[in-house]
Nanobody, 121 residues
């Protein structure tokens, strides 16, 4: 009933920047929290940053001061601005959104397909 489509990943040198986008579409009454997670090879998926519908943000310690999450509620889109990238930031980045399809039901978790971010040293 909803889909998340990510874009903006790619290859960048250490110290560079990338901006990820994730647009939600489908039957959407409202979106609660949205967020970004990442998974490096051989590691578990981990939280990068989240943002509530009221725009309260939360960041993993390893990205504080370097990454900024934001959202455009009119476009049902969440962004992740990544600056001062490090080789250890290399991972597949996944978008997450808690979507309500009607005002009468609780939200459902959706995930994007993932976008590769590779930071070369």
């Amino acid at each position: 009933q909803a889909q998340l489509v990510e874009s903006g990943g790619g290859l960048v040198q250490a110290g560079g920047s990338l901006r990820l986008s994730c647009a939600a579409s489908g039957i959407i009454f409202s979106i609660n929290a949205m967020g970004w997670y990442r998974q490096a090879p051989g590691k578990q998926r981990e939280l990068v940053a989240t943002i509530t519908s009221g725009t309260t943000t939360n960041y993993a310690d390893f990205v504080k001061g370097r990454f900024t999450i934001s959202r455009d509620n009119a476009k049902n889109t969440v962004y992740l601005q990544m600056n001062s990238l490090k080789p250890e930031d290399t991972a597949v980045y996944y978008c997450n959104a808690q979507i309500r399809h009607t005002p009468f039901r609780s939200s459902t978790d959706y995930w994007g397909q993932g976008t590769q971010v590779t930071v070369s040293s």
